[in-house]
């Protein structure tokens, strides 16, 4: 599929979207940088909304490292990113949900899940909830936007694609399936402001009680076999990965083997 | 028949003496028209007669297969394969004291290996309190292919089927499980953390209800979970909520069991669901764009390919994305990122057609997570055809010119009843 992201979609210069932004953890170094899905999200922004009709909100502390990793947001040709400050251990969902009542978007884009912290995937759901407004998950592309509906692509596994049509005000969420998030330039990135606000806190009263550890190795599920000789437990161990029972059609005219091969492609379901 | 082995030592003295007068009638006695290859000796020691084992081959010599599949003694084996499928408890339970939801995907309406574990998770909660026996709950949307849901643990099974569900619909399957929620008040709702099935009904479900989920749960023990945080970087350990959004293997799938899966009515009046979001239907993808790995259907070409003009035309025909064993790629024919196996992609197609590949174990190795295979090659003793569910022993440019041909007829009938 051909998309090109530099270009507009036609016909929705005034569509105001917000994205919602986060910072990320490299996987390998663990150092702070923008998130993957985010700035996967902030991308298609991008393509929607020209400049000023782009808000972008993270909430969460502003120290230098996270400062440096919102900076490559804004390297991505966005004039400033509203830091809502938040300790942590807060509930963010109540800060976003005013500040998006308050900006009134018709689109906010979310990363389907942050890389820091519990980085359940709940806050879009939470805040489609509370603002009552759609919800779409795995994002491809936007298609279109008019008036009060979207046509968008969403990501199914495999490689397809189903188009849907999205009444608006929508939150949507993007995945590893959309289009990968341009380089992020360093003097915009520089001259980009960050508008520190001032908000509520709730704190998250749940998460106190949770302990969080370094990830441990999850242990490998072992093949467990269930025979009751000791021929059939030496066969299990001893058994080659072989389809057996396989059909062999020999000395038949490729007529009847393209009938056979295309019998069975249709009973997979795999011919369209 | 009488499972009791009634002895006589006599015909079995006569048996073992192949010089007695009446060894023959007495061995045609104990085993039917042949002679008996195996019996009980008198001191319980399993006697056996190689002579009447085995079959002879076709040059004459007798040939013992030992793997059990040709031995002459068929009532034997027939109490061995009894005794060796394991025998699965029956459960049915009347009156749970609790419910244990599960929503599975079912992909195609079949449960899949991440419903299974899940499933076993339920059961594994169902079955713990000591104070009362839970039941696990299935809700299942559309159409169940499944004919084994008590073999995965499942209880009772509540399916809503109609053109409602169908496609992409979460509002108005969260409708339908706020139903369920009233009516049985389960005590967890469990879900397989799936992206586009259960990770995104299960946040939705949670959100509705304001409980707060455990996501990316692998582990449940002593009433505390375990699940991924940040990205699979951390653990977080916490107790154990209502709504568990879970990963693959988090539990063994149920093995020694079978339950009753009675299936029960679904709510009667639910709420209809405001409809914001429309389902306008697959897009068609172009085949060659899909990522090697992720395809669904390949086409893969190999060294047996003389006519490279008719592969590349079979594959657009049939709408598959084409792969390539190395050799067609060392050779310039094919592109090196559509290399599948070892040092290529390795693939998870459902179906992998190979055409004149000999399948090497470094190809093979690539494509163990295909579910069928069909091989096309004119040598019947590769390794593919022995790896394939269905084989064609023929010349790959007339098999693949004559499924282009069907394939173009069928839709051209199509297109003319239009
Ligand atoms: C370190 C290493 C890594 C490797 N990694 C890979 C890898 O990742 N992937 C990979 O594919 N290979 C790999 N190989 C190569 C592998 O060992 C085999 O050489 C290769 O897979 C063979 O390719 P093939 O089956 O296409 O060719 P061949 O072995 O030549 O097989 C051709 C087949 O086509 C059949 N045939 C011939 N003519 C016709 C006809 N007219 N119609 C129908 N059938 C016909 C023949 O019967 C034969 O079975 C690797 C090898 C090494 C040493």
């Known amino acids: 599929m051909q998309r090109d992201g530099n270009r507009n979609v036609t016909g929705q210069e005034r569509v105001k979207v917000a994205a919602l932004v986060s910072v990320g953890r490299h996987p390998v170094t663990g150092r702070p940088r923008r998130a993957e899905y985010d700035a996967r999200a902030v991308e298609i922004g991008l393509s929607l909304a020209t400049g000023g009709n782009l808000h972008l909100a993270h909430a969460g502390e502003c120290s230098p490292e996270s400062e440096a990793a919102l900076r490559a947001y804004l ?34 884009l979310c990363g389907a899940r942050g890389e820091t912290g519990e980085a359940s995937g709940l806050v879009p759901f939470l805040l489609a909830e509370r603002l009552g407004w759609s919800l779409v998950c795995g994002l491809a592309a936007v298609e279109s936007v008019d008036g ?13 694609r189903r188009r849907l049509k999205v009444r608006l005000p929508a939150v949507v969420t993007v995945d590893a399936a959309a289009q990968p998030a341009r380089q992020s330039a360093f003097g915009p990135a520089r001259r980009g402001g960050l508008q520190r606000l001032d908000t509520p806190v709730t704190p998250d009263g749940d998460a106190q009680s949770w302990t969080t550890a370094p990830a441990r190795k999850r242990p490998k599920r072992l093949k467990i076999v269930k ?26 005219s490729a007529q009847a083997g393209a009938e056979a091969i295309l019998k069975l492609l249709r009973e997979e379901g795999v011919l369209r | 028949m009488n499972d009791i082995i009634r002895r006589d030592p006599r015909t079995e003295w006569i048996a073992r003496n192949r010089l007695h007068p009446e060894h023959d009638a007495v061995l045609a006695r104990m085993g039917g028209s042949t002679p008996a290859a195996k019996w009980m000796g008198p001191n319980g020691i399993i006697r056996r007669n190689p002579h009447a084992v085995g079959f002879i081959g076709p040059n004459g010599v007798r040939r ?16 061995r394969e009894a005794a060796a499928a394991p025998t699965r408890r029956q459960i049915r339970i009347e009156t749970p004291a609790f419910y244990v939801a599960v929503v599975a995907d079912m992909p195609g309406g079949r449960l899949s290996a991440h419903d299974r574990d899940v499933l076993g998770l339920a059961r ?18 559309g159409e169940s292919r499944e004919d084994a849901l008590g073999d995965a643990g499942v209880d009772r099974v509540v399916s809503f089927a109609g053109e409602r569900f169908e ?79 879970a990963l693959p293997e988090c539990a063994e799938p149920v093995s020694e069991s079978t339950h009753a899966a009675e299936s029960i009515a679904p709510p009667a009046a639910l709420p209809q669901a405001l409809r914001r979001i429309e389902d306008l239907g697959a897009v068609a993808v172009d085949p060659s764009s899909v990522a090697l790995a992720e395809a669904e259907f390949i086409l893969s070409a190999g060294n047996g390919i003389r ?52 399948g090497a174990i470094q190809h093979l190795q690539g494509i163990q997570q295909c579910d069928k295979v069909i091989a096309i090659n004119t040598d019947p003793g590769c390794d593919m055809v022995k790896r394939a569910d269905l084989a064609v022993i023929a010349d790959s440019s007339e098999v693949l010119a004559a499924l282009v041909e069907l394939v173009d007829g069928v839709k051209k009938e199509q297109r003319n009843a239009a």
């Open chain 2, 124 to 141: 594994q909660l169902a079955d713990e309190d000591s104070a009362g026996q839970g039941a696990v709950l299935l809700v299942s949307f």
């Open chain 1, 75 to 108: 390297g991505m040709g966005i004039a400033g990113v509203d830091v809502l400050q938040q300790p942590a251990g807060a509930d963010i969902v109540p800060a976003l949900e005013a500040w998006l009542r308050e900006l009134g978007p018709r689109l906010v």
């Open chain 1, 148 to 160: 009060d509906s979207m046509i968008v692509l969403q990501a199914l596994p495999r490689g397809q």
């Open chain 1, 227 to 252: 025979a009751t000789s000791a021929r059939d437990r030496f066969k299990a161990a001893a058994a080659k990965a072989e389809g057996g029972g396989g059909q062999v059609l020999t000395g038949v």
């Open chain 2, 167 to 245: 496609g992409y619909a979460p509002e108005q399957r969260l409708t339908a499980l706020g139903g369920v929620e009233r009516q049985h008040e389960p005590r967890h709702w469990l879900f397989p953390d799936s992206s586009l099935g259960g990770a995104e009904l299960g946040r939705r479900l949670a959100a509705r209800l304001g409980e707060r989920p455990a996501t990316q749960v692998w582990q449940i023990a002593n009433g505390e979970c375990t699940g991924r945080g940040a990205a699979g970087a951390t653990d977080v350990t916490r107790r154990l909520p209502r709504i568990v959004l």
């Open chain 2, 307 to 358: 006519d490279w003009g008719g592969f590349h035309r079979a594959a657009s025909v049939l709408g598959a994305t084409e792969g390539a064993s190395r050799v067609a790629v060392d050779n310039g024919f094919m592109p090196r990122h559509r290399q599948v196996g070892a040092t290529g992609t390795w693939v998870t197609a459902r179906v992998y057609l190979a055409v004149g590949i000999s």
């Open chain 2, 64 to 79: 013992i297969d030992r793997s059990g599949a040709q031995t002459a003694n068929a009532g034997a084996s027939a109490r």
